[in-house]
């Protein structure tokens, strides 16, 4: 329940419980309000995790979003949504900050279970003015034009196509205004690429100084900027003028991302975009975990194929560091392109790159293929491509919530005639499998690997072509056939153990390691077992599994497919491993699955070992 200003012993920030007693706060108190979200956000973010930096960046500005703008009446469109921290904070949701991004806690984007006054929960960047434009389309057919629509969208954000698909809409509907907040802090991860960001950095030079004309104007927009985003009234008095205008506005708000807060020398390289957990001295183990992650694997490893072929080029859609291609833009800075936040331009680029001859490798986030599937389809697999694809954060992330994890890759690219699909097992087989896919030059490779750090090594005992067996069935006619993909395959070797010694079932564990398309070995391995279980790390509705399913029936055997994978379900954020468990993804999960496949088997054809005595 709100409390008013004056009743309440409480700090300032406790007292603003929600944004109605936000706007009875004298202005003189607001930088004192801010800079308590400021001690709030840094505290409460160090000890859980996230985006800091964006968050700092955007405390005056939400907090005029907020004063100015009658939330949930007026629409608040947070773009990509990582920086509405805040925007909880003033909507009630203080308290549950100490369980930022954890199982059952509160969201790090915006969600629509959570508040009335949040819109918009996927993460994928450049959508908030698309939104915008439709609600500001259902306003005006329900005769609410007095309900604002508000789009709040960062300097990144507005290199990726749909902004530009959207502002060439709003510019042009002058009875159905949109204001289009722009927060410029010039970044992204790194400064934002582009003529865009050369052309804010412009307006930002110009001060201001009565600017007639710029990019937005051109496009039909009223133009205001840029403006302080550090000082709560210059922003409110435009953000009030915007709105009455009552035609499509653009706000140029220029900020400073991780304003206030001193990073250390590493937290400076991207100015806390985001922070991990800080674990407190107390609570670290005697020695740091020097356990690489399969991301600076791949960036080494891409570093020196470049340095042995000079055809292969990098691209990157605005995260270089995140996606690893940092030690080859050191050693061959001409050789990788970053785009922007343009996963579909990047990919067609790529196309360009190939056709001129060259070998790119496109680094992107597994989720956010989704968005260029078109172009790996008809731009790259049409025409036989060398492109190849290395998907980081591959599977379930974790933290980020349903729509950062990469979970519908495999459906998706199983679908691509031509394209052929890795993953390896462990950190150790990327340099190869990396080799393998930029040696291929028929056609799209892809590579993919997830948010973990590099695990032990499983040796295979034996390999047929192209398949390592990693564990050997003991039931003889052989009994269960284990298909992980990727990293899976450790719970498939630890279930196999499991299976044997404890309830008498023979498995055989088998890793294609290029499991798309599937390698002809597996129809005629499965031919030899009683049951066939697929372990994947992606949405079961397709990929790996169903793929397999088909060659056997394609191949006229009978052996059932199991298929082990994600739920079509939007899964939430949580720890990967707890995430995993959850879908049967892991040790006990294979082994029960396996046991429910092989319970109603006829005892004859059973194995020996279940025969004789083994425990089943
Ligand atoms: C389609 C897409 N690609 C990449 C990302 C990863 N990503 C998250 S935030 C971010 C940078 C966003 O920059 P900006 O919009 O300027 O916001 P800021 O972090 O500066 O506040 C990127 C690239 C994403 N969320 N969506
Ligand atoms: C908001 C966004 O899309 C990214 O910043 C995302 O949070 C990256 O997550 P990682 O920490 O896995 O790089
Ligand atoms: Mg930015």
Redesign the pocket.
């Known amino acids: 329940m709100a409390t008013t200003l004056s009743d309440s012993p409480l700090s300032l920030l406790e007292r603003v419980a929600d944004p109605g007693v936000l706007r009875t706060l004298p202005a003189d108190q607001l930088p004192l309000l801010a800079h308590e979200i400021r001690q709030f956000l840094v505290e409460r973010v160090c000890a859980t995790g996230g985006?800091l930096?964006?968050n700092l960046?955007?405390v005056e500005l939400t907090l005029a979003l907020h004063r100015v703008f009658d939330s949930p009446r007026d629409a608040l469109v947070f773009?990509?949504g990582?920086?509405a921290y805040v925007h909880k904070m003033l909507t009630g949701r203080q308290e549950y900050f100490d369980r930022l991004r954890q199982t059952g806690g509160l969201s790090g984007y915006p969600s629509r279970s959570e508040s009335v006054h949040d819109l918009v929960a996927n993460?994928?960047?450049?959508?908030a003015l698309s939104y915008a434009d439709g609600l500001a389309k259902a306003r005006q057919l329900a005769g609410e034009q007095d309900r604002a629509v508000v789009a709040i969208?960062?300097?990144?954000?507005?290199?990726?196509g749909m902004a530009f698909e959207a502002l060439n809409n709003l510019g042009t509907a002058q009875d159905r205004p949109v204001i289009a907040v722009l927060?410029?802090?010039?970044?992204?991860?790194a400064p934002?690429v582009g003529a865009l960001a050369g052309q804010l950095g412009a307006l930002r030079r110009g001060g201001g100084t009565g600017v007639c004309r710029n990019f937005f104007t051109d496009l039909g927009f009223v133009y205001f900027g840029p403006v302080d985003g550090h000082d709560t009234g210059e922003v409110e008095g435009v953000l009030r003028r915007a709105r009455a205008m009552n035609r499509p506005v653009v706000v140029h708000v220029v900020?400073v991302?991780g304003k206030g807060h001193r990073p250390s020398e590493t937290d400076a390289v991207d100015?806390l975009?985001t922070v991990n957990a800080v674990v407190p001295a107390s609570a670290r183990g005697g020695t740091r975990s020097s356990t690489r992650s399969w991301t600076s694997v791949f960036g080494q490893a891409l570093a020196e194929l470049a340095a042995a072929r000079p055809e292969v080029v990098a691209v990157s859609?605005?995260?270089l560091q995140?996606t690893g291609l940092g030690p080859m833009r050191e050693r061959f800075p001409q050789r990788v392109f970053d785009v922007g936040?343009?996963?579909q331009h990047a990919v067609t680029s790529a196309a360009g790159l190939a056709m001129g001859g060259l070998h790119p490798v496109v680094a992107?986030?597994a989720?956010?293929v989704n968005?260029a599937f078109d172009q790996v389809l008809l731009d790259v697999a049409l025409h036989r491509l060398p492109v190849t694809f290395v998907l980081d954060r591959a599977g379930i992330t974790g933290p980020d919530g349903p729509?950062?994890h990469g979970m519908w890759d495999l459906s998706l690219l199983a679908m691509v005639p031509g394209l052929r699909l890795a993953a390896p097992r462990e950190a150790a087989q990327l340099p190869a499998l990396l080799a393998e896919a930029v040696a291929w030059d028929e056609g799209p490779t892809v590579v993919r690997l997830p948010k973990a750090t590099a695990g032990a090594p499983i040796e295979a005992v034996a390999s047929m072509d192209g398949v390592d067996i990693l564990h050997r069935g003991k039931g003889r006619p052989l009994d269960v056939l284990l298909v992980p993909v990727g990293p899976l395959a450790h719970a498939a070797v630890e279930a196999a153990g499991i299976l044997e010694h404890e309830h008498g079932i023979g498995c055989t564990v088998a890793d294609p390691r290029w499991v798309l398309p599937v390698n002809p070995a597996l129809p005629s391995l499965a031919a030899r077992h009683q049951v066939v279980v697929s372990i994947e790390d992606g949405v079961r509705t397709g990929g790996v599994g169903a793929a397999l399913s088909q060659q056997c029936q394609d191949h006229g055997i009978t052996t059932p497919v199991h298929r082990l994978g994600l739920p079509r379900a939007f899964i939430p954020h949580g720890p990967r491993s707890q995430l995993l468990a959850q879908a049967g993804l892991d040790a006990p999960g294979v082994v029960q699955a396996v046991r429910t496949a092989t319970a109603n088997r006829p005892a004859h054809r059973l194995s020996s070992l279940q025969r004789h005595g083994g425990a089943g």
């Open positions: 985006h930096g964006p960046g955007v773009d990509t990582h920086q993460s994928h960047a450049s959508t969208v960062g300097d990144g954000a507005l290199t990726g927060n410029d802090n010039g970044r992204s991860y934002t900020t991302k100015c975009h859609a605005a995260m995140p936040i343009a996963e992107i986030y989720t956010f968005r729509s950062h």
